[in-house]
């Protein structure tokens, strides 16, 4: 019998691990429509990895971070994507193809880490499932988001924290994936130290002190380059950038302040700046729990959600609701820890100018599905008419899952193709493909970073960039020229050379040769040759 | 206890109110005069007989029980800024009493009773619109008390509570209009949440039966039709076009499918951006730290309430739904009700449309002050937090009213038509030395002048029909032209903004607002 059961549980949870892989899988390469400038700029220099075990820029597996458009992004998703790119070679889908397959390793983590916190199968079960067709997650796991990843190898992380309770071994191996999360996104450097503190205060007497010392060593070593280099662009570039401090006026606000008050002691100690941060930060953090955000619109940014849906589903709402009446009111071990894991997730972003922001918060993701499970299972051992209830839930579920995918699939590619930048690849295909010897090419920055598309799809030799790259001219590390490419529309062409222009604009006296649109029918770029 | 509750927020309330906001608003000011007229003569300006359901005022057809209230404040008072918000400063401080029986009925606990009206002698923006003569005030204190009297109705079934209860919801509505929508729902759901007994359908007939009569002078109103079309008119989701184009659009994309055609449907999106709308309101922005973005709505320093108060709303919340989830859910049933009237329209969120929600919000408050009040006896550790908890407020509230005393008359003051008071002061005192005197219509100016030039109601009694008046005996409105007024009969008066004359005319006096910045000037004709 009992073996019986467990054979139902691992045909059902690879029934729910093949669906998550379809839902990740099918089209990835052009559903989200086109590659992001960050997507690409990944695989460029993972392609360069692969070919010289060098970055475009010419350093030498750089550890902590590349330097890309200057905006150092963290280094794992580069090894990852390049060890993707051995295999399948320098595609668009193997770019995709390692954020893809953590979003398919999270959904079967979840299951095992629900188990471990005490939660039943079914509630488990429930969870995986969830996860697996949460609008948040399906849409951070299929585009290349460094956070993806970050979140499953944290996943990957508590789960051999809590194994550890009962074979304290698994503590080095805690220790190996929570530092590597770190290496992954920004974001975990903060989260999986705090998230790893809050689970093991919650059952401190479960760990044996011996592999708790151990394990922090472990990951003491091994985020030990982070921590050298805490002060370097490499770590700090995105803290600067990103830091909402930068835009805040609680400086001037204070000074008016303690100006008006003759700036007495009592004044300066009242009308201190640092209030006034506090105050921001936690604004910024109450914000990633705003309803509206989560189960309605989701935020501002067009690649991070589908519009009229939140980053998670309608009905959440209410299951969340349950899960919260359920932790208020029923014993169920396992459920601090889980409000430990939402109430962390968002202390990253909160120190940002952008709130709320589903990406940075993404580490909440799986927290809210078993949360959403578990607060089903609350609403439906409750109440009577058991088999309406369930049908009546599934029905919603499956519903809205549904509408969720014509949405993402049928009219999102459509929407939201200018913010993916869609165009570069066909312009860039059609440049490469009639281009003659010698002849100038100039490019419009109206859309970013064109420099990088010319190099993933022109499928430029790394090699030769990275010897030109001391001489030729930057904004910041944006390449603004290689080859016969030149990344500025001046006013003043070669005669005879090609100008790739944004939208209608045109220019003076040139001959139109090919126009690029968008798939709604506005034009994203037309050619021209120079007179 | 209570009692010192009760003066505290009648301090709060009515402390500087004459200057702080600076200045009345328009509306504020229209309900003067028309309070004024009503005090003098018996008639409003438009010479209507006082008795009636709508006051076409300056053709936004008021509701009358404010403008009665004022016309005993400004009656006995005079036509001052503190005689047309007094009602507003007493129906504040009658809701304080009103939140201790709410509290004490839901609750089943004096002390919570009292929580409850301490937390709303306190809350912020319960004080700011205590502090405006805002209709919506007075209405909410009648929704209170109407809750009081309707849940006890249904607790103890005695017919008179519901009659009462009955009454005071007419008086809400015709305080303010938008609540004839809020009543018949939070009526329901007192019936729905409460204990269920035979005497109670006598009683829901009863209220019914009040409560339509009591309606009839309203829809029998010559300007009811008048006035239905002016609110329907603003931008709000059911006349707006955006949902229709972005059905359509998806729909052409599905190829108009059966489904597209369903699940596409405006409505869905309708219904979509009235839940939004909704749950606009629960912004923590909103909620704690700026408030609505409109400066008469919110002083900006806090939002529906203090950050410091977060802690005791969220314990609130928290161990309201876990010890009694039925009144939590009548609460929460309350909370989203009383957002309706706000979030049809399209300027969202809106604090005095949704004011009425100030109730749930402070019972919530006040279940989490009461919670707290029994950690205290719970041991050291608890009793630290709580008193951190205590002084953190009681630190942040003293900021907030230092900030609203120091700087938000200041900030605000072109939000409340700053230096229109004054103008009205002047043109009282140059009335009688010209035989023109040309003003700039403003933004409803006229109303300023009337109010604080304390000019007789009979000038603009027998122009019945007229809501924005050109000429008002010797005035007339309109935008200063230079060289067609400089003909004009020599003993006149110009009155503009200091560019609307050339270099080098003779400036007669210059009008200041309460900061000191010059709003208006006069030019003298036989004196250039």
Known sequence: MARKSNLIEILAITAIVFLASVVRLVRLDTLPPSLYWEEVALGYDAYSIVETGKDYHGNPYPLVAFPSFGDYKPSLYFYITAISMAILGPTDYAIRLPSALAGIIAVGLLYLISKKLGFSKKVSMLASFILSIMPMAIQFSRAAFEVNVAVTLMMAGIMCLLASQKKPSFMIAAAVFLSLSMYAYHGLRVIAPLLTLGFYVISYAKYSIKYVVIGFICAFILILPILKNVTDIQVNQRFSETSFISVSTAVQETNALREYFGNSLLSRVVFHRYWWWTGEAIANYMKNFSPNFLFMIGDENPRHGVKDFGPLYHWQALALLAGLYGMLTIKQKGVLSLFVWILVSPLATMMTKTNPHTLRMLAIAPAFALLSAWGLSVVIERVAYKKWLIGGIALIIVAEACMFGHAYAIHYPTESAPDWQYGYRQAIDYVEKNKKPNQKIYMTRDYGRPSIYALWYGKYEPKSIQDSDPSVKKDQQELLEFGQYAFALTGEYESGSLVVTAGEKGINGGKKIETITFPNGQVAFEIYEAP | ?528
């Not at chain 2, 209009?177 to 007939?205: E, Y």
């Not at chain 2, 400066?295 to 309201?320: D, K, Q, V, W």
């Not at chain 2, 200091?498 to 004196?527: A, C, R, T, Y």
Request: with cysteine; proline share 5%.
């Open chain 2, 1 to 528: 206890m209570l009692a010192s509750t009760i003066v505290l927020g009648f301090v709060l309330r009515l402390i500087f109110v004459g200057t702080n906001p600076p200045s009345l608003y328009w509306d504020e000011a229209s309900i003067g005069y028309e309070a004024y007229s009503v005090s003098q003569t018996g008639m409003d300006m438009h010479g209507n007989h006082f008795l009636q359901a709508i006051f076409p005022a300056y053709g936004d057809y008021k509701a009358p029980v404010y403008i009665w209230l004022a016309s005993l404040s400004v009656g006995l008072f005079g036509p001052t800024n503190l005689a047309v918000r007094l009602p507003s400063v007493v129906a504040g401080t009658l809701a304080i009493i009103g939140m201790y029986y709410l509290a004490n009925v839901l609750f089943k606990s004096k002390k919570s009773g009292l929580y409850a009206s301490v937390v709303f002698a306190l809350l912020p923006s319960a004080v700011h619109f205590s502090r405006v003569g805002f209709e919506a005030n007075v209405a909410l204190t009648c929704i209170i008390w109407s809750l009081v009297a309707l849940i006890k109705g249904f607790d103890i079934p005695k017919k008179y509570y519901f009659a009462l209860a009955s009454m005071l919801s007419l008086i809400a509505i015709y305080a303010y209009f938008s609540a004839r929508i809020v009543i018949p729902l939070m009526v329901a759901s007192t019936w729905v949440f409460s204990r269920k007994n035979k005497a109670v359908n006598l009683g829901v007939s009863i209220f019914a039966l009040i409560f339509i009569l009591g309606l009839i002078p309203l829809y029998r109103s010559p300007y009811f039709d008048a006035a239905n079309t002016l609110r329907l008119s603003t931008d709000n989701i059911t006349n707006n076009t955006t949902d229709i184009i972005k059905s359509n659009n998806l729909k052409a994309v599905d190829r108009n499918s059966l489904a597209s055609r369903l699940f596409h449907h405006r409505y869905v999106y309708m219904g979509e951006e009235l839940i939004g709308n909704m749950l606009a309101h629960f912004e923590p922005d909103y909620l704690f730290f700026t408030g609505d973005p409109n400066e008469r709505h919110s002083t900006g320093y806090a939002g529906i309430m203090l950050i410091s108060m977060a802690p005791l709303f969220f314990m609130g919340l928290a161990f309201c739904l876990k010890e009694k989830p039925r009144t939590w859910f009548f609460i929460m049933s309350l909370w989203l009700f009383f957002l309706v009237p706000a979030s049809v329209p399209r300027t969202i969120p809106h604090a005095l449309r949704s004011l009425n929600s100030l109730i749930p919000i402070a019972l919530v408050v006040s279940y989490g002050a009461f919670k707290m009040d029994n950690l205290l006896r719970q041991g050291k550790i608890k009793r630290i937090v709580v008193v951190v908890c205590v002084v953190l407020i009681g630190i942040q509230y003293a900021v907030y009213g230092l900030l609203v005393g120091t700087f938000y008359a200041k900030k605000s003051a072109a939000a409340w038509q700053d230096g229109y008071p004054q103008l009205g002061t002047y043109v009282a005192t140059q009335y009688n030395n010209y035989d023109y005197i040309n003003i700039p219509p403003g933004d409803r100016l006229f109303l300023y002048i009337l109010f604080y030039g304390q000019f007789s109601p009979s000038l603009t009694q027998h122009q019945s029909d007229v809501f924005a008046p050109v000429k008002i005996g010797k005035m007339t409105f309109k935008p200063v032209v230079w060289k067609d007024d400089v003909q004009g009969p020599s003993s006149s008066l110009i009155i503009g903004a200091k560019n609307d004359f050339p270099e080098g005319v003779k400036i007669k006096d210059e009008i200041m607002d309460s900061e000191g910045q010059v709003q208006f000037v006069s030019v003298d004709l036989q004196n250039l």
